[in-house]
């Protein structure tokens, strides 16, 4: 784990950046630590990954922060769900291709932002970026998303890791990583103050004659939903190593966006008269947010108010209803035999959706951590760009929304060669 790395959770509609420097060793210890950091980039964790085609050759695209608060006129081309159509299987990714031009633009900025705040984006650094577990998701996919990111500036060493393995890691690791003399992760110290598993632990009744514990973590996402599964030793001093090796992860193809979002309000804005087109990606997500909460909510002045009738009302559960009972029939037999699990990713900032797993999980007798509802974290007052520990982003980020990011980049948990072990045993610093 000496080599520096970026990791890259692309979302459908929000992307996340972490950055892991290498690890040194404690002084007087025989192991390393380090925290992984996510990136503040425009002024938020939680980076829109709308990108915006102007048709002005003084600016022909717009991405970021700037994308989202852009209201878009006629002669603009939206792109606010590239990923799904650039990961498609159908997809030729050909250089002329709308899609190809949106995602390349989309990297190319990226990495400007991450040059910006002091990371050196070069042939020495490892870059990880996470995609879904999907069966029809082979190594093509995968080539095709690396030639997207070398041909627009991002350094050779590029690796496309599991997106639910990578968010079960960050759950339990919390970006903390400590590596032993032997080049191993030491699970012990890593999970000692970890939120997630002193709660499993504290679940676990001193009776009990098994000692391992099945932990599920599932994430709402955008694009898809993820989830992963292990099985966990609760007296964890006599392990060296995480057994990544038992680790399940599963994708499946039922998104907020597609499978909430739209259905939702493509009824609403067809009852109200009002054109999605022309309002701007933060807009609809304040919007979002309002009607998910039971709030009622203007698109734009002078509008209709969306959410206050019965009938907005009553469209809006039943589009939740059907989203979360297409959810659950997956999951309820993926995770079937866990004792624990935690919910994570943007679809948990959904209280319908939130309710509507505890119930179901209480009625199975499984026990559910709700990461952001239950981890209450310190927000730091600036808003410029940076790195930060994820324990300092606030309700901005939190754990349930940064984890793949911060799992991502600590996946190999070890070093990367047997002659650095060797270096680290016999104290040379690393």
Not at 83 to 102: H, L, Q, R
Not at 228 to 247: H, R, S, Y
Request: net charge neutral.
């Amino acid at each position: 784990m000496n080599t520096p790395t970026v990791c890259i959770d692309l979302g459908a509609s929000y992307t996340k950046v972490s950055y892991r420097k290498p690890l040194s060793r404690l002084p007087g210890k025989h192991f390393s630590s380090g925290e992984t950091k996510v990136a503040r980039i425009g002024g938020t964790i939680i980076i829109p990954s709308i990108m915006i085609q102007t048709g002005d050759r003084r600016q022909p695209w717009c991405a970021g922060e700037d994308a989202a608060k852009m209201t878009p006129s006629r002669n603009m081309k939206v792109f606010d769900n590239w990923k799904s159509d650039f990961y498609s299987c159908s997809f030729d990714a050909g250089m002329d291709d709308p899609v190809w031009n949106a995602a390349g633009n989309f990297f190319r900025w990226l990495l400007e932002q991450v040059s910006s705040l002091g990371v050196i984006c070069d042939n020495t650094v490892l870059i990880r970026v996470t995609m879904p577990a999907l069966l029809k998701y082979n190594e093509e996919q995968s080539e095709k998303l690396k030639r997207c990111m070398l041909l627009n500036g991002w350094p050779v060493k590029i690796e496309v890791k599991s997106e639910p393995l990578a968010n079960l890691v960050g759950v339990l690791t919390e970006g903390r990583n400590y590596v032993s003399a032997y080049g191993k992760l030491s699970y012990g110290p890593t999970l000692d103050d970890n939120y997630i598993f002193q709660k499993i632990r504290s679940y676990a009744l001193e009776s009990r004659r098994n000692k391992h514990m099945q932990l599920s973590v599932v994430d709402f996402g955008s694009f898809t939903l993820d989830a992963a599964k292990i099985k966990l030793d609760l007296d964890v001093g006599d392990f060296n190593t995480f057994p990544a090796e038992t680790v399940s992860p599963k994708s499946w193809e039922i998104g907020i966006f597609n499978d909430l979002d739209k259905p939702c309000f493509s009824k609403l804005f067809e009852l109200h008269g009002v054109n999605g087109h022309e309002l701007s990606f933060e807009t609809k997500e304040l919007m979002k947010v309002a009607l998910y909460a039971g709030d009622a909510y203007a698109p734009q002045q002078g509008q209709l108010t969306i959410g206050e009738s019965d009938e907005d009302k009553c469209e809006i559960a039943s589009k939740i209803e059907d989203y979360c009972n297409k959810a659950w029939d997956e999951l309820k037999a993926y995770c079937h035999e866990s004792e624990v699990i935690a919910l994570t990713g943007g679809g948990t900032c959904i209280a319908g959706v939130r309710d509507f797993f505890r119930k179901q999980c209480k009625n199975a007798g499984v026990k559910v951590i709700d990461i952001p509802a239950e981890r209450e974290t310190a927000c730091v007052k600036s808003k410029s760009a940076g790195l930060f520990l994820w324990k300092d982003t606030g309700k901005e980020g939190g754990l349930g929304r940064l984890a793949t990011a911060m799992g991502g980049a600590s996946i190999m948990l070890g070093f990367e060669r047997d002659d650095q072990c060797r270096k680290f045993r016999r104290g040379t610093p690393l």
